[in-house]
């Protein structure tokens, strides 16, 4: 078949797999939007073994960055002196511009991958009830996104390998 029918089957048939993941067996550890980032962000970088260590090294990256951020902020007062619009504005700057100025190191220089790995942190914490808190940030358990996302990432990332393999396998010369 073709390359674009082969890819759009392949994709198909993983995202139906990694939906089932999510919503079944690995619900609560693998959240499929995270992973659909991951995914995306392989294709986006080139779908190469590059591409696959740069996604997932850099996208932890970014969860780190993101962590770091999050227990900052739970520690920001209510009633401190900027408020705390303010302060939380203030501490992303930083922590953002830390992030991409961590570039300079060949390992981190992948900066839209480290973004999708800070902002699918966020997401999971700001949306989801109860876990912008320093007992979730410090715990040791799968409700941590330090585990959590960085564990979507990681699979979702290998899902982008795997559709680009089958893909490939199922493309004629």
């Known amino acids: 078949m073709d390359k674009l029918t082969a890819l759009s089957l392949s994709i198909g048939v993983l995202a139906g797999v990694a939906?089932?993941?999510?919503?079944?067996?690995?619900?609560?550890?693998?959240?499929?939007?995270?992973?659909t980032i991951a995914w995306a962000a392989y294709f986006f970088l080139g779908a190469t073994k590059e591409a696959l260590k740069n996604t997932i090294v850099c996208g932890i990256f970014?969860?780190?960055?993101?962590?770091?951020?999050?227990?900052?902020?739970?520690?920001?007062?209510?009633?401190?002196?900027?408020?705390?619009?303010?302060?939380?504005?203030?501490?992303?700057?930083?922590?953002?511009?830390?992030m991409c100025l961590?570039?300079?190191?060949?390992?981190?220089?992948?900066?839209?991958?480290?973004?999708?790995?800070?902002?699918s942190t966020f997401a999971y914490?700001?949306?989801?009830?109860?876990?912008?808190?320093?007992?979730v940030l410090f715990g040791a358990s799968l409700s941590n996104p330090l585990l959590v996302i960085s564990i979507s990432i990681v699979v979702g990332t290998y899902f982008g390998q795997l559709s680009g393999q089958l893909a490939a396998k199922w493309t004629k010369e």
């Not at 079944?24 to 995270?34: D, H, L, Y």
């Not at 227990?71 to 501490?91: C, E, K, R, V």
């Open 19 to 35: 939906t089932f993941m999510a919503v079944g067996p690995a619900s609560g550890v693998f959240f499929i939007w995270a992973a």
């Open 62 to 98: 970014g969860v780190f960055m993101a962590w770091v951020t999050a227990i900052i902020l739970t520690g920001i007062s209510p009633d401190t002196a900027l408020g705390f619009p303010a302060m939380a504005a203030i501490t992303v700057t930083f922590a953002v511009v830390v």
């Open 102 to 119: 961590a570039a300079n190191f060949p390992a981190l220089a992948t900066i839209p991958a480290s973004v999708l790995g800070y902002s």
């Open 125 to 135: 914490l700001l949306q989801t009830p109860d876990k912008l808190t320093q007992e």
